[in-house]
């Protein structure tokens, strides 16, 4: 059994920056970030394998967010600059313990967080 608590959601004016934080319980083979806006479902943000490789990104956020990882502290932290209002979601932290080729599936994930609200105002 793997927790994520995460951390770093807020209200923030377009354009500006947030940091999120998910620290896991244990090791895990991938992390990644999702997120859901109201009335929509739930889409991959980013990703990454704590071993070795670069991280994965939605075309939406791609220049904009990026994923980074301390495996020292099992953490991974997701900075999102210039943050536009359909930024605007609750983001869940999720942890893989096995490999699969698709990542941004939310069923290749065993573990979620319990998510923390992003608010980007126009």
């Known amino acids: 059994q793997v927790q994520l608590v995460e951390s770093g959601g807020g209200l923030v004016q377009a354009g500006g920056s947030l940091r999120l934080s998910c620290a896991a319980s244990?090791?895990?083979?991938?992390m990644a970030w999702f997120r859901q806006a109201p009335g929509k479902e739930r889409e991959f943000v980013a990703g990454i394998v704590w071993s070795a490789g670069n991280p994965n990104y939605a075309d939406s956020v791609k220049g904009r967010f990026t994923l980074s990882r301390d495996n020292a502290k099992n953490t991974v932290y997701l900075q999102m600059n210039s943050l536009k209002p359909e930024d605007t979601a609750v983001y869940y932290c999720?942890?893989?313990?096995?490999?699969?080729?698709?990542?941004?599936?939310?069923?290749?994930?065993?573990?979620w967080g319990q998510g923390t609200q992003v608010t980007v105002s126009s």
């Open positions: 999720a942890a893989a313990l096995t490999y699969s080729s698709n990542y941004v599936r939310m069923g290749s994930y065993a573990y």
């Open positions: 244990g090791r895990t083979y991938r």
